[in-house]
């Protein structure tokens, strides 16, 4: 229903029902119940910075959330960032390697600090030990696209480990594609910010679990670039026993010189990125998360299995 409509037929009946049941004038009690339902209605723009509270050095691609939605946005190069939300909303602000905070939409201070977290990451083992040179290649990379996939805010494939080897990741892939005409004309593409993310299998859900990374690892994307391969040799990860989510993140472009943050309202983002997916796997491995915080869901391609052309690559330790 129409937010306007609503308020003028409370605002009709309101007199009514209180003259019925009291017999005296109802202006007053019915104006405060009128001011007081349009407040909490109400919209706000917020702009804000997110800093470190050690330093308060300026937090950049932070993730800025309105709880229990998909709408959102992230912190620019300077920590800053403006979000509309409700009155009644509440902000969920978090970036790797600090501590997530929840604040109200009516009570935000100017700069929003974030206290350091320590990472609990057991499947990282740091060692001096060569690995061999031969990779051996896992996941969907090199199948052959047969699509892609837009509109969500970051895409995962899950990788089993299938001999549960002790095996050291060496390398992450990804494949994007991108539209060649939108609206009868080429679309103009921006260099694109994406952030690496692995995740533990969840033992409920079988989903994207904890996080495994062990800082935030991003990559800049040109025009035409497609193909994206983060080399992550020297954190030495070990690939879990029971298989990863490897998953790649959309916070932003450059345009002329200039970081934009993607946002819920920014329909930039879905022609900026297309997510490739492949039909040569028989089991769905995909998910995708659609909002700003950690909502993960299963990929749903209908009865032909689609999975997303990602992959890695190991090294026996």
């Known amino acids: ?5 609503h308020t003028d037929n409370v605002w009709a009946v309101l007199p009514v029902v209180f003259r019925m049941l009291t017999g005296k004038s109802c202006i007053l009690p019915a104006l405060i119940y009128f001011i007081t339902l349009t407040s909490f209605a109400q919209d706000l723009t917020i702009r804000k910075i997110v800093a470190a509270a050690r330093d308060h050095q300026p937090v950049k691609f932070a993730s800025v959330a309105i709880r229990n939605s998909n709408h959102g946005t992230y912190t620019n190069l300077s920590g800053e960032f403006s979000i509309t939300c409700r009155s009644s909303d509440s902000l969920a602000i978090s970036a790797v390697g600090y501590k997530k905070v929840i604040y109200s939409c009516r009570s935000l201070p100017d700069t929003i600090l974030l206290n350091e977290e320590a990472l609990q990451l057991p499947e990282v083992v740091v060692s001096a030990t060569k690995h061999k040179q031969h990779p ?3 996941g969907l990379y090199n199948k052959k696209c047969s699509g892609a996939y837009t509109g969500a805010n970051a895409a995962a494939l899950y990788i089993a480990n299938a001999g549960h080897l002790d095996l050291h990741i060496t390398k992450v892939l990804f494949l994007l594609s991108k539209l060649t005409w939108i609206y009868n004309k080429k679309p103009e593409f921006y260099k694109l910010l994406v952030r690496l993310k692995l995740y533990k299998r969840n033992a409920f ?3 994207p679990g904890e996080a495994i990374l062990p800082q935030d690892i991003t990559e800049e994307v040109s025009e035409k670039q497609t193909s994206i391969v983060f080399n992550i040799d020297s954190l030495n990860i070990t690939f879990p026993a029971d298989g990863i989510f490897v998953a790649i993140e959309f916070p932003g472009y450059y345009s002329d010189g200039h970081f934009t943050p993607f946002n819920s309202n920014d329909q930039n ?21 659609l909002d700003y915080e950690n909502d993960w869901r299963p990929l749903k391609t209908g009865d032909t299995v689609y999975n997303f052309n990602f992959g890695i690559e190991v090294t026996e330790r």
């Open 1 to 5: 229903m129409d937010q306007g409509k």
């Open 136 to 138: 051996i290649s896992l």
């Open 205 to 207: 859900y079988s989903g």
């Open 269 to 289: 983002k879905y022609i900026q990125y297309n997510a490739a997916f492949t039909n040569q796997s028989d089991t769905p491995a995909s998910w995708i998360r």
